[in-house]
T-cell receptor, first 110, second 117 residues
Framework: DGGITQSPKYLFRKEGQNVTLSCEQNLNHDAMYWYRQDPGQGLRLIYY???????QKGDIAEGYSVSREKKESFPLTVTSAQKNPTAFYLC?????????FGSGTRLTVV | AQTVTQSQPEMSVQEAETVTLSCTYD???????LFWYKQPPSRQMILVIR??????QNATENRFSVNFQKAAKSFSLKISDSQLGDTAMYFC??????????????FGQGTILTVHP
C-alpha cells in the first residue's frame, strides 16, 4: 500500500546536537511538507517542497534545514540553532486532490 | 496571509448526541478549500470532510456535515450520533487553490472533543 513513512517514531537529542528526521513516500506525489505540532498551537509549516531539488521556507523555518534530492524523500534536520525543538513533527505529501500524512516523530531534547 | 481560528479549545458530548465544532477563517482569496481533520490519540491525521469554496452545497460524509458560510467566513463541523471513537483532536484547515501558496495547509489551533458514554 502507498503511504508515507516517518522514522524514527521517538527521538531523543542532547542539547547542541543536530538530528535528522526521515520522511519517505511511495505515492509519487510531487509536493512534500514538514509541520511542527505543539500543544495548543495546532500545526505550523516548517518547510515545503513542490518539486525535486527545490524547497521553500514555511512559517517557522529558523533552526531547521531540509533537502529534496529524490522525489520520494524529504528529510528534516533539526539543528542546534533551534531553541526549543521538543515537539511532534509531521511529514505530509500532496496532490491537488488532497494530503497524506505520516504517523509523526516525537522529538525530545534531553 | 490566511488565518484559521478555532475558538473552542475543548468540547464534550454524550454518546449518541450531536455536537458542533466552530471554525472561522480569514482570506482575501476567492478560490480555496476547507477541511476538517481528526487526530486521535495515535496522532495519525485523518481527513474527515472537505469543502470546495466554489460549491454552495454543504459537504456531508455519513455522520459528519459542515455548515459553510462563505460570506461570514465560517466553517463549522457537525457530528451526529456521536460515538466513543470520535474522541480526538479536530483541526480546521484552509488551502488556497492556485498561486504561490498553493498546497500549503493552514491549520487552526484544534479542538479536543471528548465523547462520554
Amino acid at each position: 500500500d502507498g503511504g508515507i513513512t516517518q522514522s524514527p517514531k521517538y527521538l531523543f537529542r542532547k542539547e547542541g546536537q543536530n538530528v535528522t528526521l526521515s520522511c519517505e513516500q511511495n505515492l509519487n506525489h510531487d509536493a512534500m511538507y514538514w509541520y511542527r505540532q505543539d500543544p495548543g498551537q495546532g500545526l505550523r509549516l516548517i518547510y515545503y517542497s513542490q518539486i525535486v531539488n527545490d524547497f521553500q521556507k514555511g512559517d517557522i523555518a529558523e533552526g531547521y534545514s531540509v533537502s529534496r534530492e529524490k522525489k520520494e524523500s524529504f528529510p528534516l534536520t533539526v539543528t542546534s540553532a533551534q531553541k526549543n525543538p521538543t515537539a511532534f513533527y509531521l511529514c505530509a505529501s500532496s496532490t491537488p486532490n488532497g494530503y497524506t500524512f505520516g504517523s509523526g516523530t516525537r522529538l525530545t531534547v534531553v | 496571509a490566511q488565518t484559521v481560528t478555532q475558538s473552542q479549545p475543548e468540547m464534550s458530548v454524550q454518546e449518541a448526541e450531536t455536537v458542533t465544532l466552530s471554525c472561522t477563517y480569514d482570506t482575501s482569496e476567492n478560490n480555496y478549500y476547507l477541511f476538517w481533520y481528526k487526530q486521535p490519540p495515535s496522532r495519525q491525521m485523518i481527513l474527515v470532510i472537505r469543502q470546495e469554496a466554489y460549491k454552495q452545497q454543504n459537504a456531508t460524509e455519513n455522520r459528519f456535515s459542515v455548515n459553510f458560510q462563505k460570506a461570514a467566513k465560517s466553517f463549522s463541523l457537525k457530528i451526529s450520533d456521536s460515538q466513543l471513537g470520535d474522541t480526538a483532536m479536530y483541526f480546521c484547515a484552509f488551502i488556497h487553490a492556485g498561486g504561490t501558496s498553493y498546497g500549503k495547509l493552514t491549520f487552526g489551533q484544534g479542538t479536543i472533543l471528548t465523547v462520554h458514554p
